[in-house]
């Protein structure tokens, strides 16, 4: 895990439009821990030996992302070995942009960026954790290889109403917000600021992993 400091930084981003990312406002974190890396296929089934049935074919490798996880068992995963799955504002924060308009790497997009954070290779499959090289705090696959999991309920307003100081999302809703992009998605998609959304019980997602915090206050 890498230690992300105390304070504000600027999250969202006004060109993703309100359910994407809009609008960009300032947010202060309390400072936290979180995953270097995506959690694995070869590290949950150490707690969730079951997933090793079905395994994606797109991620299948022992140490590539884990996928086809709904989002109560990443989440439980995380409880089991006394994490937690990161808030939005976390999971941005830690992405190292120097805002959410651009991505983990920095303002524009480079088709060797792609490929080093999951995405190039014919668009089948995700890559090994930590492949390619890291963001400004050392952790890798921000953008790209596979989308992951939050903490967060999905509201397109809730931009609108989020408190400044440690923002946990909505109290309820639909759906779970997931971050970051996979290999199979847009260029869009893997700038640090935009938001999308899945239905939390499905383990049919072959493009979404998570990974954990741990939160020091």
């Given at each position: 895990?890498?230690?992300?400091?105390?304070?504000?930084?600027?999250?969202?981003?006004?060109?993703?439009?309100?359910?994407?990312?809009?609008?960009?406002?300032?947010?202060?974190?309390?400072?936290?821990?979180?995953?270097?890396?995506e959690v694995t296929n070869i590290r949950l089934e150490q707690v969730?030996?079951?997933?090793?049935?079905?395994?994606?074919?797109?991620?299948?490798?022992?140490?590539?992302?884990?996928?086809?996880?709904?989002?109560?068992?990443?989440?439980?995963?995380?409880?089991?070995?006394?994490?937690?799955?990161?808030?939005?504002?976390?999971?941005?924060?830690?992405?190292?942009?120097?805002?959410?308009?651009?991505?983990?790497?920095?303002?524009?997009?480079?088709?060797?960026?792609?490929?080093?954070?999951?995405?190039?290779?014919?668009?089948?499959?995700?890559?090994?954790?930590?492949?390619?090289?890291?963001?400004?705090?050392?952790?890798?696959?921000?953008?790209?290889?596979?989308?992951?999991?939050?903490?967060?309920?999905?509201?397109?307003?809730?931009?609108?109403?989020?408190?400044?100081?440690?923002?946990?999302?909505?109290?309820?809703?639909?759906?779970?917000?997931?971050?970051?992009?996979?290999?199979?998605?847009?260029?869009?998609?893997?700038?640090?600021?935009?938001?999308?959304?899945?239905?939390?019980?499905?383990?049919?997602?072959?493009?979404?992993?998570?990974?954990?915090?741990?939160?020091?206050?």
């Amino acid at each position: 895990m890498v230690l992300i400091p105390a304070g504000k930084f600027q999250q969202g981003c006004d060109s993703l439009g309100p359910e994407h990312g809009a609008p960009a406002h300032p947010v202060y974190l309390d400072a936290f821990m979180i995953d270097i890396y995506e959690v694995t296929n070869i590290r949950l089934e150490q707690v969730m030996p079951d997933h090793k049935l079905r395994r994606s074919l797109s991620s299948h490798c022992d140490n590539c992302p884990v996928t086809k996880i709904t989002w109560y068992e990443a989440a439980d995963y995380c409880h089991l070995i006394g994490k937690a799955l990161p808030s939005e504002a976390q999971w941005e924060k830690a992405a190292g942009a120097a805002n959410g308009c651009e991505f983990p790497w920095g303002p524009d997009f480079d088709p060797q960026k792609k490929q080093a954070h999951g995405g190039l290779e014919l668009k089948v499959k995700a890559s090994p954790v930590g492949r390619y090289p890291p963001n400004k705090f050392g952790i890798f696959d921000m953008g790209g290889n596979v989308w992951e999991w939050v903490a967060d309920w999905y509201s397109p307003r809730y931009y609108f109403l989020e408190p400044l100081y440690n923002p946990r999302g909505p109290s309820k809703g639909v759906m779970k917000v997931r971050r970051g992009g996979a290999w199979s998605d847009s260029v869009k998609a893997m700038k640090a600021g935009y938001r999308d959304w899945s239905y939390p019980f499905s383990r049919s997602y072959s493009d979404i992993g998570f990974r954990c915090v741990i939160n020091l206050k």
